[in-house]
């Protein structure tokens, strides 16, 4: 049996512990299946997306490093850090999962919306993700990655989902990111004083 681009990566955001708060390496893991997931769009136009999601997971993976036990999940590293002057890492992360929430909201689009190209879904995603985020300068920038979206049908070939049985792995792999990051935004929401001044 062919095995799908989810099948392939270290680390699902399936097997990434949440129940007392989100593993930070177990998320850094998966989260970088997410950044090589733009190679199969095949567009060097993603670089500017994949640099930024690499940048902000160095940034996490520096902190959690410099004290493994106080950082070993997502929610006590920004707790730890929010004392600090400048919380590079919890910026890190910010941006990181406003990146995932962008990359989220296309593919959710595009699984629903089978008639849809990939263009029109990762475009709207931008549209209510990043864009609002970005200044006039970097949205050009990302208006040509999205322009650059291969034919849905090659994506779709490239990471192996062409059964339903495919369909569902991507499916569950979606549905735990998306519930990952609805998790990361609800600490955000709770504690502002984390983010303030981003």
């Known amino acids: 049996m062919a095995t799908t681009y989810f099948d392939s990566i270290k680390r699902s955001y399936t097997d990434v512990e949440i129940a007392n708060g989100i593993n930070t390496e177990q998320f850094l893991e998966a989260t970088e299946g997410v950044v090589k997931l733009f190679d199969q769009l095949g567009s060097s136009a993603f670089s500017v997306v994949q640099n930024d999601m690499n940048g ?65 879904s990762f475009t709207k995603s931008y549209e209510n993700t990043l864009k609002k985020h970005h200044s006039f300068v970097v949205r050009p920038v990302f208006g040509l990655a999205m322009k650059a979206c291969p034919y849905r049908k090659d994506f779709y070939q490239k990471i192996g989902v062409l059964t339903d049985t495919a369909l569902e792995i991507m499916k569950t792999w979606l549905a735990a990111l998306e519930n990952i990051i609805n998790i990361i935004n609800a600490v955000f929401k709770e504690h502002p004083e984390y983010i303030k001044g981003m």
């Open 56 to 120: 902000n997971i160095k940034k996490i993976r520096d902190k959690l490093l410099s004290n493994p036990s106080a950082n070993a999940t997502l929610q006590s590293l920004m707790e730890t850090e929010a004392p600090e002057k400048k919380r590079v890492s919890t910026e890190g992360l910010l941006w990181l999962t406003r990146g995932l929430d962008f990359t989220a909201q296309a593919l959710r689009r595009s699984v629903d919306n089978p008639e849809e190209e990939l263009n029109v």
